[in-house]
Nanobody, 120 residues
Framework: QVQLVESGGGLVQPGGSLRLSCAASGSIFSMNAMGWYRQAPGKQRELVASITGGGRGNYADSVKGRFTISRDSAKNTVYLQMNSLKPEDTAVYYC??????????????WGQGTQVTVSS
């Protein structure tokens, strides 16, 4: 089983920046796609950004040009740099990873979530 540890959330003023991190540990043979999702109160969870094993990023239209996803494959860690934050970015942010475990089985794991609040 893979454990995900997220960090970097918090309270920030509009226009500010935050950097989220998500480190995966456990029985991992290979790490495939990694990504960030968010869920605001009363709304469905939505994809924010994802990155393939080859490093190709994909972004929701609402964050393009403001957020950057990256990964350190040696550390099984994914990052989300969030700039020019807006109040509508306020949500719980979840990390998700797709991986092959030590028994060569494909699996998905979710982080526990980290709160991001953008407010003056």
């Amino acid at each position: 089983q893979v454990q995900l540890v997220e960090s970097g959330g918090g309270l920030v003023q509009p226009g500010g920046s935050l950097r989220l991190s998500c480190a995966a540990s456990g029985s991992i043979f290979s790490m495939n796609a990694m990504g960030w999702y968010r869920q605001a109160p009363g709304k469905q969870r939505e994809l924010v950004a994802s990155i393939t094993g080859g490093g190709r990023g994909n972004y929701a239209d609402s964050v393009k040009g403001r957020f950057t996803i990256s990964r350190d494959s040696a550390k099984n860690t994914v990052y989300l740099q969030m700039n020019s934050l807006k109040p509508e970015d306020t949500a719980v942010y979840y990390c998700k990873v797709d991986y092959v475990d030590g028994r060569w089985r494909g699996a998905v794991s979710w982080g526990q979530g980290t709160q991001v609040t953008v407010s003056s």
